[in-house]
């Protein structure tokens, strides 16, 4: 069966630091990977997503970016991160016709 | 990308059905509706979808209007872990991609 692992679970990071999430999924190949951030009391916001190695397409515009190394692999980073970058942010994986599957997320705090 | 409406809480009573409201009235013709649900600082768990007829799993069954233009979600025995974040979504696609367009969601609170 297919699994979705994130890392870390909590991250606590000082304003101008830079960022790396990462994001594996296992059991299947040339998935969808999806990047989506969570802020406080608020609906899920798509960031990234990506439809193979070295494709990455962004929904908005923002302080973040994504890469994929991998087939399994998508990596959420940041030069220089803000106060606005906090939240709680969630990484899936999806084929066309299927559902999207979310990992357990990692909650971001900016001091 | 069709924008849905939810209630923004619900509460059901322990063991009672919980019957979940959306609205959805500009959805296309090969849209499909899902439903997600949120339990607090996990990430959203997929319940069911569907895109005409009703459908029904070991979670829940979805009842989609005629028109489409709306759907209901029915817990048939709600338990204290079914309380959390519910979402309806219409889900669009971009080439190879399906994107997910979450709302605020209904928050359900199953009671004792």
């Known amino acids: 069966s297919q699994t979705i692992h994130q890392w870390p679970a909590t991250l606590v990071q000082p304003v101008g630091s830079p960022l790396s999430l990462e994001c594996t999924v296992e059991?299947?190949?040339?998935?969808?990977l999806y990047w989506y951030r969570q802020a406080a009391g608020r609906g899920l916001q798509l960031l990234f997503y990506?439809?193979?190695?070295?494709?990455i397409s962004s929904e908005v515009p923002q302080n973040l970016s994504a890469s994929r190394p991998q087939d399994r692999q998508f990596i959420l980073s940041s030069k220089k991160l803000l106060l606005s970058d906090s939240g709680f942010y969630l990484c899936?994986?999806?084929?066309?016709?299927?559902?999207?599957?979310f990992g357990d997320g990692t909650r971001l705090s900016i001091l | 990308d069709a924008k849905t409406t939810q209630p923004p809480s619900m509460d059901c009573a322990e063991g009672r059905a919980a019957n979940l409201p959306c609205n959805h009235s500009?959805?296309?013709?090969?849209?499909?509706v899902y439903w997600y649900r949120q339990i607090h600082s996990q990430g959203p768990q997929y319940i069911i979808h569907?895109?005409?007829n009703n459908e029904t799993n070991e979670m829940a069954s979805l009842i989609i209007t005629e028109d489409r233009k709306s759907s209901t979600l029915i817990l048939p025995h709600a338990t204290l872990r079914d309380t959390a974040v519910y979402y309806c979504?219409?889900?669009?696609?971009?080439?190879?991609?399906?994107?997910?367009?979450f709302g605020t969601g209904t928050r359900l609170q199953v009671m004792l």
């Open positions: 500009t959805i296309s013709g090969n849209e499909y």
């Open positions: 569907g895109l005409k």
């Open positions: 059991g299947t190949s040339n998935p969808n």
């Open positions: 990506s439809v193979g190695i070295g494709q």
């Open positions: 979504i219409v889900r669009s696609y971009t080439g190879t991609a399906s994107k997910l367009t």
């Open positions: 899936a994986w999806g084929d066309r016709n299927q559902p999207q599957h």
